[in-house]
Nanobody
Framework: QVQLVESGGGSVQAGGSLRLSCAAS????????MGWFRQAPGKERQFVAR????????SYADSVKGRFTISRDNAKNTGYLQMNSLIPEDTAVYYC????????????????WGQGTQVTVSS
């Protein structure tokens, strides 16, 4: 089993920045690719970004490309999502997840999920 705990969410004005963290415990962190997803009220959970097991490969949703950066520190069993130039449309609960490397934009590809952290961006 793996436990994931997100932190770093909060309220920010448009144009601001936040850095989300995802601390993992349990099984070996480097066994898994890591993804970030988000879910806005009344909408489905959507892919945001992913990073490969060792951190060499990253992918992003078009809506966040150029503004968000995903990374991981395997020595600390922690992943990050740096979010810059935030816009109100980024408001959502953000979830980190660990899973396999394939179909990384699909929820079903991930085995473990955190509880989520709220991000609110005001205009």
């Amino acid at each position: 089993q793996v436990q994931l705990v997100e932190s770093g969410g909060g309220s920010v004005q448009a144009g601001g920045s936040l850095r989300l963290s995802c601390a993992a415990s349990g099984r070996t962190f480097t066994d898994y690719a890591m993804g970030w997803f988000r879910q806005a009220p009344g909408k489905e959970r959507q892919f945001v970004a992913r990073v490969s097991r060792i951190g060499g490969n990253t992918s992003y949703a078009d809506s966040v490309k150029g503004r968000f950066t995903i990374s991981r520190d395997n020595a600390k069993n922690t992943g990050y999502l740096q979010m810059n130039s935030l816009i109100p449309e980024d408001t959502a609960v953000y979830y980190c997840a660990l899973g396999g490397p394939l179909r990384y934009d699909r929820l079903a590809s991930y085995d473990y999920w955190g509880q989520g952290t709220q991000v609110t961006v005001s205009s």
